[in-house]
């Protein structure tokens, strides 16, 4: 065999040995990394030894909307890394702008730069194309609520324009959001407020009937990309986080007694 076939063949197998790691064969694949997968489960054995805990007080911080500002991302994770006070961080969704794996794959990268454990929930942005199987594969179920301390964490995904279905899973909602083991608190995060023009008028007041069927006391949402804090259909306060380029966090304050928003500017 002649040298420059076997330098040739050499270089081939060495290519091949490595192309998951530089070629791209389509920005539209779901293909996930065994490492990426169930970030959600991942961060919740993290904090198993608190599941029955009772109550205590404890912060959780709150973050949204980081698609497209990846410099203004990474700016709210150093931020969040000097703090020592917070328990975990609720990310509210569009973690993407379009559902394509690089945009997952570049989120995934920056937000497991935080020390303390961290749980997405899906966004509108994030179920375009075939975003929902690419979140499934690398954050776990759509719908999951988890305890931690005497509360009870309950995450939703109202996203049902982009997926092209009717309603979201307002059934599994309902079963969700009842208190079974006597937790001093409920509280329901979805990346979509019920106010928004997504939501059919039947849909807004559905949603807010569960939240006083239950005795909500304050139901958190994103995708609005600004802060606000208001109670538009009565007596439920509803929490909306803003996105990371307002640099802002904003932290759920536990106390003994009371639950208090917390905004801070950075």
Known sequence: MRKENVYFLLGLLLMMSSCDEWIEFSPYENRVKEIERNQNLVSYNRLIDDVDKPYEPFKVGLIADTHTYYDEFEKQVAFINTLNDLDFII????ITLSSNIREFRWYSDIV????????????????????FDIYTEMFGDNNFFFTHKGVKFVMFDDVFWEKQIKDPDFEWFYHALENTDENKYVIPF??????????????????NEMMEFYNIPLSVHGHDHRYDLKNPYGEVNYLTVPS??????IVLDFKADTLEVERILY
């Open 244 to 249: 990371c380029n307002r640099d802002e966090l």
């Open 91 to 94: 990310h509210l969704g569009d």
């Open 190 to 207: 979805a990346h979509i407020g019920p106010w928004s023009s997504q939501f059919p008028i039947g849909n807004k007041y559905l949603y």
């Open 112 to 131: 497991n730069q935080i020390n303390i454990p961290v749980f997405t929930i899906i966004g509108n942005h994030d179920c375009l194309g075939n975003g």
